[in-house]
């Protein structure tokens, strides 16, 4: 069965902290792995990752992935009261195109 | 933002009636998706579509058809409303295979 854990399920910090979500993966045929951010509505895509050990950035968040630990993570650094969202992982299989979600990580920052 | 519509935003039916959710896309993407998100589940598969008159199941089919009649636009429809089946339902598109999808605003269904 084809699942995405992410860990934690949720954390608080303070603003200016930085924080690392964690996301692992089994998914049949597997060719990438997403992020997304979700603030009370639609999902917004942050970043695809396909390749191992190429880190992907942009501005305060970073993501890598480990295919073969079978892992991805997500940093954000300097965290901002406006990072606080729900961060959602997902593995993209290489047939039909579908994507198998976590259940997230619920992030709370604090001024 | 992508160019993704969906309608209605928010519905309340009683069980047994039927429903049907609209997704509308400017963007000519190939691909679109309907997803439901539950708390503690995520965003699960529920259909998608590959082209026009092209569909497939996903993970959480049952109880779920669709159809695609013209590129820009794709119906979830529920033949029979079950209580189960109270959820944030959420569309996406993308323009080819292995691309990342862009999802639209959701509709939040509610089943009495």
């Known amino acids: 069965e084809d699942k995405v854990v992410q860990s934690p399920l949720s954390l608080v910090v303070h603003e200016g902290d930085t924080v690392t979500l964690n996301c692992s993966y089994e998914?049949?045929?597997?060719?990438?792995l997403l992020w997304y951010k979700q603030e009370k509505k639609a999902p917004t895509f942050l970043f695809m990752l396909?390749?191992?050990?190429i880190e992907k950035k942009s501005g305060r968040l970073s993501s890598i992935l480990d295919k073969k630990e079978l892992f991805s993570i997500l940093n954000i650094t300097a965290t901002q009261t406006g990072d606080s969202a729900v961060y959602l992982c997902?593995?993209?299989?290489?047939?039909?195109?579908?994507?198998?979600f976590g259940a997230g990580t619920i992030l709370r920052v604090k001024s | 933002d992508a160019g993704i519509t969906q309608s209605p935003r928010h519905k309340v039916t009683e069980t047994g009636t039927p429903v049907t959710l609209r997704c509308h896309q400017t963007?000519?993407?190939?691909?679109m998706y309907w997803y439901r998100q539950d708390p503690g589940h995520g965003l699960r598969l529920i259909h998608y579509s590959y082209g026009v008159k092209d569909t497939d199941k996903g993970e959480v089919s049952d109880g779920y058809s669709v159809s695609r009649s013209k590129t820009e636009d794709f119906l979830l429809t529920l033949e029979s409303a079950t209580s189960s089946q109270t959820s944030v339902y959420f569309c996406?598109?993308?323009?080819?295979?292995?691309?990342?999808?862009?999802f639209g605003p959701g509709t939040r269904l509610t089943v009495l």
């Open positions: 998914v049949t045929n597997f060719r990438s």
């Open positions: 996406a598109i993308s323009d080819r295979a292995l691309n990342e999808q862009f």
């Open positions: 963007e000519n993407h190939r691909y």
């Open positions: 396909t390749s191992s050990g």
């Open positions: 997902a593995g993209l299989m290489e047939y039909g195109n579908k994507l198998v």
